[in-house]
């Protein structure tokens, strides 16, 4: 059973820092390509970074580049995400998923506010 559970979420004021964490298993993690995307509310899904298997090559929405950071750890079959200098426009869902794949977990909370 695949299971993607994501957790590092809630209220941090604007220019301020989050690290979302997205744990894994019941895949071969070291082998899957894997992606961060976010929804705010009334809006669609977006895809926010991607992070390749192998030499994780990573890539990033325009709106987060230079602030955000997408990282994994095989070893613990872990994804990351080191968000930076947030703005009120980055709340949302967070949402963990396995590219290609019908696999999402089922969302961690960011609000960005003061």
């Known amino acids: 059973q695949v299971q993607l559970v994501e957790s590092g979420g809630g209220l941090v004021q604007p220019g301020g820092s989050l690290r979302l964490s997205c744990a894994a298993s019941g895949i071969d993690f070291r082998r899957s390509y894997m992606g961060w995307y976010r929804q705010a509310p009334g809006k669609q899904r977006d895809l926010v970074a991607t992070?390749?298997?192998?030499?994780?090559?990573?890539n990033y929405a325009d709106s987060v580049k230079d602030r955000f950071t997408i990282s994994r750890d095989n070893a613990k079959s872990t994804m990351f995400l080191q968000m930076s200098n947030l703005k009120p426009e980055d709340t949302a869902v967070y949402y963990c998923?396995?590219?290609?794949?019908?696999?999402w977990g089922r969302g961690t909370q960011v609000t960005v506010s003061s």
């Open positions: 992070i390749t298997s192998g030499v994780g090559s990573t």
């Open positions: 998923h396995v590219m290609g794949t019908s696999y």
